[in-house]
């Protein structure tokens, strides 16, 4: 039998009505502080793991989804 596709532990989906509610908030927001001549930045949405792991505790470790490079092994990477 095949697998039911699933996200990682402590993400979420978001129906459309919800991406509608969520945008126009972050419109509002962001146009609220360009009027104050804030201006955009983008950071990272994934960190090397040395960045995060031990700093929220071993709730937060089990609940930081790791990307492996082809051919790593997790216990290589916790290493």
Known sequence: MAQKPSIPKGTRDFSP??????????DTIRSCFTTYGFQPIETPS??????LMGKYGEEGDR?????????????KVDD
Do not use: P
């Not at 009505?17 to 972050?26: A, L, P, W």
């Open 46 to 51: 994934f960190e090397n793991s040395e960045t």
């Open 63 to 75: 609940l930081i989804f790791k990307i492996l490079n082809s051919g790593d092994y997790l216990r």
């Open 17 to 26: 009505s919800e991406v509608v509610k969520r945008n126009y908030i972050m």
